[in-house]
């Protein structure tokens, strides 16, 4: 167990490509699945792995952050010693580089007691148990660890993902970006492992030359000049950096074998609870391989959907390949096909929203059609 480590999570991803869900919220704490947030699958992870000292530094719309992960009980990271720890700017900063967020709190890790660091953003969504990649990084006597994923289909998916160059050694030679260009490629999971003194270094190291925005460019920026080395992951994972990938995790999670894989395979995933009544199926409803959260009241027809919580779905509407967010009233004759549709929404009667598979229409927090 990995006792001697630290999580730090790092929120300062890319949003360019799912902005009609991050208007109000950071990606980490975008709902998913029916009852979860994205950032449960990293912070999960780590406390399955045996870390209990994670700190999550973000800068921009933090408040729906702060409210899910709250003191990290769902996490067992409520400690007097260790535990959960969330640096924030405040609004008049909300720009500033995540390397000065580091750097304004580099007192964090002076007198924490561990010894080493894995970095983490929360979008990569995986079940994965750190211990294989930790010891692997100990026992290769390297500077850095970058977790990667092998794909064969770069041209459909982990567009805009960074990619890693490396030879048979496992040696990482060179940083990219995937354009689409090729299948076959190294996707870096924007995981990476290293002492916490390389870590400290590598921030006093930018903020003295005025290099690098991020910690993450600063790393693969050391390349050139650190022995930095590869572990591959082969589970399932996807990376949530776009409307069109979000639509397809989550329909993936209707497959049994990937939910069993994601929810499962290297520990349970968890999250904040909140007491509800059970779902209410009434008379004339049908529901075919979906995902129900509980509070709902269901009245209509549901088809390979995703509901949340407390959302009220009236007869007479039919609701396929849909994502709903909780808080949601489908009224009586609606018929909603790839949609997403975000929270406190009420759809009017009758109404008809068609997307595609590939760009599926997303409805905004609080709209009323």
């Not at 799912?18 to 704490?29: D, E, F």
């Not at 005025?210 to 460019?217: E, F, P, Q």
């Not at 209707?254 to 929810?263: R, V």
Request: proline residues 1%; glycine residues 6%.
């Amino acid at each position: 167990m990995l006792k001697n480590y630290i999580g730090v999570l790092m929120l300062n991803e890319q949003e360019d490509n799912i902005k009609s869900l991050t208007k109000s919220r950071p990606i980490a704490s975008i709902p998913i699945g029916g009852r979860y947030r994205i950032i449960d699958f990293v912070l999960s992870n780590m406390v399955n792995s045996g870390i209990h000292n994670i700190s999550i530094f973000t800068n921009t719309k933090s408040r729906s952050l702060v409210d899910h992960v709250g003191s990290g009980k769902p996490w067992d990271l409520d400690r007097k010693i260790n535990g959960l720890f969330l640096f924030n700017l405040s609004s008049e900063r909300a720009q500033a580089r995540d390397i000065d967020i580091i750097s304004n709190n580099m007192e964090y890790f002076y007198r924490t007691k561990q010894d080493y660091v894995i970095i983490a953003s929360s979008y990569m969504l995986c079940n994965m148990d750190y211990n294989e990649a930790a010891k692997y990084f100990e026992e290769s006597g390297s500077d850095i660890t970058i977790i990667y994923k092998k794909t064969n289909i770069g041209k459909k998916e982990f567009i805009n993902s960074n990619t890693l160059y490396i030879n048979d050694e496992n040696k990482v030679l060179s940083i990219g970006k995937n354009i689409g260009a090729e299948d076959k490629l190294n996707i870096s999971t924007e995981m990476f492992i290293m002492k916490k003194t390389t870590l400290i270094s590598i921030v006093n190291k930018c903020i003295q030359t005025g290099d690098h925005n991020s910690i993450k460019a600063a790393i693969y920026n050391s390349v050139s000049k650190l022995n930095v080395n590869a572990y591959e992951f082969t589970g399932y994972l996807q990376c949530v950096n776009s409307i069109k990938n979000y639509f397809k995790i989550s329909m993936d999670m209707l497959n049994t074998k990937i939910t069993k894989e994601l929810f499962h395979s290297k520990g349970l995933i968890y999250t904040k609870s909140k007491d509800e009544a059970p779902t209410k199926y009434f008379n004339g409803s049908k529901v075919n391989n979906s995902l129900i959260s509980n509070g709902c009241i269901l009245k209509g027809k549901i088809d390979k959907s995703i509901i949340s919580r407390r959302v009220t779905v009236h007869a007479g509407a039919e609701i396929k390949n849909c994502i709903i967010f909780q808080n949601c009233e489908i009224k009586k004759g609606c018929k909603l096909t790839n949609v997403i549709i975000d929270k406190n929404t009420i759809i009017r009667e009758n109404t008809v929203l068609e997307g595609d598979e590939e760009f599926p229409v997303v409805i905004e927090k609080k709209f009323r059609t």
